[in-house]
């Protein structure tokens, strides 16, 4: 099988890693890709964008692509999957309409209300001035949203008035996201402690992944600016068993569902933002349409089933009700980034240190690009060093030993990935 990741991240290495070690897989090709997936033996980098729908269709004609897998949101909310099919091409990602869970917050909050799925209070609004007056009647932390795809920029968990007022006058006014940033949703602050659940999905059977846990902040102790991630690990201790299923009950069935009642068939991996507090109650933060992203590096670092023949199985509807099979090791990535992520950063400075890949050790590559031999960063989150040990104590320290060995100018990284669940071990 021929098969073609797009997109260029950390989760579009891990897939193409994946992709390679696949029994049925002869080529892996990556659309753009980056340092990482040129440097990996059987794979090629093309050199076109993720957003180039028209190109990415005339490449997987020309080159009989079996299996296209889409990475990233974008192309997905453009209709990449919906161009494909037109075209009868094999592509693994749902349609233009099914990916508004992530392209509309709007639409996800109001579809989640149809379906009685549990999550924050909202209301939305596109009128500055309604805006302002229902902040008036809000408590703070109050949380302020872009409605449409703002790179993991468009949320602010405001504490103040103040701070909430900005962030809706950047969206409504300054129109600091563009036409993404027309509505705002405005949303009652949920507390709790996070998780990220991932499903694979032909629309109608459902095949849960490992659980995991993402740190979407800058600093330690979850402090500082949102970014796209700066590390996660697989599985997360606070979806017990029992979570899981409650998950399974409460919102990711009742979501596939909801959308067939609605006529929209839902096909690839399902992503839900969740937040569980202290009395277990869950409730849905966000819906992405793709794998999470630094939450696949761990993840498919402890998947043992087939990865490829799952994702080719539900393109084509037909994927079967199994159990997957996982590493019971825990797996815990850290994002190394430039300098200034997730506000300006500079690119093409050469990494020194990185590693050979073993058994338990893994860097997979973000923001970077091959130039002859040397290894140059080319964006905000550069690598992530993913590591496996028996217990998320043994996994961090093997991540960290690593990444230590690792740099470049103006390198950073969190040091506590993984503190939650440390903190329930010891
Ligand atoms: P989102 O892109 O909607 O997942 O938001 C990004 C991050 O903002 C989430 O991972 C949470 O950490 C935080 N967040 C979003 N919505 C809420 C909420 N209602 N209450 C508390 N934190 C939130
Ligand atoms: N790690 C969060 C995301 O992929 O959106």
């Known amino acids: 099988m021929k098969v073609l990741i797009v997109g260029s991240g950390g989760r579009e290495h891990a897939l193409a890693w994946k992709a390679i070690h696949s029994e049925s897989v002869t080529e892996v090709y990556v659309a753009p890709g980056n340092g990482g997936t040129s440097n990996e033996e059987g794979v090629t980098n093309v050199d076109i964008a993720a957003e180039d729908i028209d190109r990415l269709a005339i490449f997987a004609a020309e080159h009989r692509i079996d299996l296209t897998i889409i990475g990233p949101e974008v192309p997905l909310v453009r209709g990449i999957t919906d161009k494909f099919e037109s075209l009868n091409l094999n592509c693994f990602g749902p349609s233009r309409e099914a990916a508004q869970l992530e392209g509309s917050k709007e639409f996800m909050k109001d579809f989640l209300c149809r379906h009685e799925i549990p999550t924050a209070v909202y209301q939305s609004f596109s009128d500055l001035g309604l ?209 200034g992520y997730p506000d300006n950063y500079e690119k093409g400075h050469t990494i020194q240190g990185l590693p050979s890949e073993t058994e338990n050790l893994k860097v997979f590559h973000a923001g970077t690009q091959a130039q002859n031999n040397v290894i140059k960063t080319d964006g905000g989150r550069v690598l992530c060093v993913t590591a496996l040990g028996k217990n998320t104590t043994e996994a961090q320290l093997n991540a960290y030993n690593c990444v230590e060995e690792i740099n470049w100018k103006d390198c950073f990284y969190r040091t506590d990935i993984g503190y939650r669940a440390i903190e329930r071990e010891s």
């Open 131 to 339: 805006a302002m007056k229902h902040l008036e009647g809000s408590t703070v932390p109050v949380v302020i949203k872009a409605d449409g795809l703002a790179a993991g920029k468009g949320v602010t968990v405001a504490q103040s008035y103040s701070e909430a007022e900005k962030a809706i006058r950047e969206c409504l006014e300054e129109k600091s996201f563009g036409e993404a940033g027309n509505k705002v949703v405005i949303e009652e602050f949920l507390e709790g402690e996070e998780a990220s659940f991932i499903v694979l999905t032909d629309g109608k059977t459902v095949l849960p992944l490992a659980s995991s846990q993402d740190h979407k902040t800058r600093d330690n102790q979850d402090q500082g600016p949102n970014t796209g991630g700066m590390g996660a690990y697989s599985p997360a201790p606070v979806v017990t068993a029992e979570i899981h299923e409650r998950i399974m009950d409460q919102v990711i069935i009742p979501t596939i569902e909801g959308l067939a009642k609605e006529g929209i068939n839902y096909c690839g991996f399902l992503y839900a933002g969740l937040m569980i507090d202290a009395e277990q109650n869950i409730k849905v933060l966000e819906f992405n349409c793709r794998f999470g992203d630094p939450e696949t590096q761990p993840i498919l670092m402890r998947l043992e089933s087939d990865l490829v023949e799952l994702c080719y199985q539900a393109s084509k509807g037909e994927l079967e009700q199994i159990e997957l099979q996982w590493n019971p090791k825990v797996a815990l990535g850290v994002v190394m980034a430039a300098g």
